[in-house]
C-alpha cells in the first residue's frame, strides 16, 4: 500500500473529523457471519483512525457509533452492541490515557444500559484531562432531538429570564447543543456507499465536506482516513464566495 501520508499538508488539517462507522453488517454478511462479527471488527478500524488522527495532530474526532434509530434493530443485535461497548472501552480506556487522549459523548447517554452508561462515564472521567485530541463518541444520539433538546432549553431560559430572545444568534444556538464545546467538523467521512446523513450534526455540518466511499468500516484503515484527508485538502471551500475571491486571499 502506498504511503499517502507525507501528501498530507498539516498547515491544512481539518481540526475536526465527523465519520459515520457504517457497513459492519455487511461486511460480516459477505464472509457468512453474523452482523455481530462485523461490530466486533468495526473496533479495530475505531483504534487505526484514532492513531491515525492522534498522530496527524487532528484534534477532535467524532465517531457516529449508535443512532437513536439504531433501537430499532432486532433486540439481539441491540444487546451485543451494548455489551461491545462496555468491552471495548474498559479495554481501550487505558490506551486513550496512554496517549493523552480525552473521552467525550454526545447524544441522551443517561438512557443506555446502566453498565454502557457506567462504562462511557468512567472513560470520560478518567480521561478528562488530556489534551492532545478529544475523542467524541455519537451514543443514543440523533441530530433532530438534539437541536430540539436545544429549542427547549432555550425556551426555558427565555422564561426565565436567562436569556433574552433578541440576542439568541446561530452562536448562542450553538451553545445549547451537545456539542457546545467542539468546533464544528470541516471534514464528514461516511463509509459503506450510503450517500445520506441519517440524522447526524445536521446543525454542524452546514457547510462540513462529504466524502464518501464503498468500502465497509471494518475495512477502513489509516491508509484510507489519508485519502479522505487528501480530498478534503485538493476541494475549495468557498463559504458563498466566488473562486475567485478565494484565491485573492
Ligand atoms: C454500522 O454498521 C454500525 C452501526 C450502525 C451500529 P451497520 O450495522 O449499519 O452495517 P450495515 O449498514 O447493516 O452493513
Ligand atoms: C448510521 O448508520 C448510524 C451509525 C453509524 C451508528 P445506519 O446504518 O444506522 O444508517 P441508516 O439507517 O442505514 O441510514
Ligand atoms: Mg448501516
Known amino acids: 500500500?502506498?504511503?499517502?501520508?507525507?501528501?498530507?499538508?498539516?498547515?491544512?488539517?481539518?481540526?475536526?473529523?465527523?465519520?459515520i462507522m457504517d457497513g459492519n453488517g455487511r461486511w460480516a454478511k459477505s464472509r457468512n457471519r453474523p452482523r455481530v462479527f462485523g461490530h466486533a471488527n468495526g473496533v479495530k478500524a475505531v483504534r487505526q483512525v484514532t492513531e491515525a488522527c492522534a498522530e496527524l495532530g487532528v484534534s477532535y474526532l467524532t465517531l457516529y457509533a449508535f443512532s437513536k434509530e439504531n433501537w430499532n434493530r432486532p433486540s439481539r443485535e441491540v444487546n451485543a452492541l451494548m455489551s461491545l461497548l462496555v468491552k471495548t472501552l474498559s479495554k481501550e480506556i487505558k490506551t486513550l490515557s496512554d496517549n493523552d487522549i480525552r473521552l467525550q459523548?454526545?447524544?441522551?447517554?443517561c438512557q443506555l444500559p446502566q453498565e454502557t452508561h457506567e462504562a462511557l462515564k468512567d472513560g470520560i472521567e478518567q480521561t478528562k484531562h488530556h489534551r492532545r485530541m478529544t475523542l467524541i463518541l455519537a451514543l443514543n444520539y440523533s441530530s433532530r432531538a438534539e437541536i430540539l433538546n436545544a429549542q427547549k432549553k432555550i425556551a426555558i431560559d427565555i422564561a426565565e429570564g436567562k436569556l433574552n430572545i433578541l440576542d439568541l444568534t446561530e452562536s448562542v444556538f450553538s451553545?445549547?447543543?451537545?456539542?457546545?464545546?467542539?468546533?464544528?467538523?470541516?471534514?464528514?467521512?461516511?463509509?459503506?456507499?450510503?450517500?445520506?446523513?441519517?440524522?447526524?450534526?445536521?446543525?454542524?455540518?452546514?457547510?462540513?465536506?462529504?466524502?464518501?466511499t464503498d468500502q465497509f468500516w471494518p475495512d477502513f484503515s489509516k491508509e484510507n482516513l489519508y485519502e479522505a484527508i487528501i480530498d478534503y485538502q485538493m476541494r475549495e471551500r468557498r463559504f458563498g464566495k466566488t473562486s475567485e475571491q478565494i484565491t485573492a486571499l
Open 175 to 212: 451553545k445549547y447543543l451537545d456539542t457546545a464545546d467542539y468546533p464544528d467538523p470541516e471534514l464528514m467521512i461516511r463509509t459503506s456507499g450510503e450517500q445520506r446523513i441519517s440524522n447526524y450534526l445536521l446543525w454542524q455540518m452546514a457547510y462540513t465536506e462529504l466524502y464518501f
Open 1 to 19: 500500500m502506498p504511503d499517502l501520508k507525507h501528501h498530507i499538508d498539516t498547515n491544512k488539517l481539518p481540526k475536526h473529523i465527523a465519520i
Open 105 to 109: 459523548a454526545i447524544g441522551d447517554i
